[in-house]
């Protein structure tokens, strides 16, 4: 199946600093990703959508200028916390579908572990 | 995207049939049903998605009711690597936007 690989995998970061995650299809081109915010024992969140050389859709609730999204090829696309707090302390999911493969699974990344000290 | 309703935590021993019931009562006539699972910290899996027929592949089964109000994920033979959240998503097929809305999901804890 299709690979989405995020980056890093675990990142820790002092507070007031700002930490960029990665999101990258593998083996196809991507016009839309996504990325979820998942607490400890909680169930995921979808934050934003990510468009491809357009901005970002962002959910209820979600500050766009605190995360900041850049989907600049179908490739990639990019999740920057800024001025990160210990309440941003989450972890954070990317997904994607594979539009050519003629089915409907999203494929998710392995998931990048922000820890803000 | 309809609701869908699981138990929070199941246990099932190694070897044996993990059943995970799922019940989605609103779902509507073009709402596929689609399980993905997420082992602790990593990333959520595909399992199976069905519309109404049973469906079968290398990772489980997934039984639909007639009413299609509700579904079964049948793991056939859980192993330990099967301990998981699993989750039950009710949506529309092939949606322009795809994202996905995740209920609470159930704990499976395999046990030897």
């Known amino acids: 199946g299709a690979v989405v690989s995020q980056h890093p995998s675990r990142v820790i970061c002092k507070s007031g600093t700002s930490v960029k995650i990665e999101c990258r299809s593998l083996d196809f081109q991507a016009t839309t990703m996504f990325w979820y915010r998942q607490f400890p024992k909680k169930s995921l969140m979808l934050m934003a959508t990510s468009n491809e050389g357009s901005k970002a859709t962002y959910e209820q609730g979600v500050e766009k200028d605190k995360f900041l999204i850049n989907h600049a090829s179908l490739t990639l696309s990019t999740l920057t916390v800024t001025s990160a707090h210990p309440e941003d302390s989450s972890f954070y999911i990317c997904?994607?579908?594979?539009?050519?493969?003629?089915?409907?699974?999203?494929?998710f990344g392995q998931g990048t572990r922000l820890t803000v000290v | 995207d309809a609701k869908t309703t699981q138990p929070p935590s199941m246990d099932c021993a190694e070897g044996r049939a993990a059943n995970l019931p799922c019940n989605h009562s609103t779902i509507s006539g073009n709402e596929y049903v689609y399980w993905y699972r997420q082992i602790h910290s990593q990333g959520p899996q595909y399992i199976i998605h069905g519309l109404k027929n049973n469906e079968t592949n290398e990772m489980a089964s997934l039984i639909i009711t007639e009413d299609r109000k509700s579904s079964t994920l049948i793991l056939p033979h859980a192993t330990l690597r099967d301990t998981a959240v699993y989750y039950c998503?009710?949506?529309?097929?092939?949606?322009?936007?795809?994202?996905?809305?995740f209920g609470g999901g159930t704990r499976l804890m395999v046990k030897p």
């Open positions: 997904s994607a579908r594979d539009p050519l493969q003629g089915t409907t699974e999203a494929f």
């Open positions: 998503i009710v949506r529309v097929f092939n949606n322009a936007g795809n994202m996905l809305t």
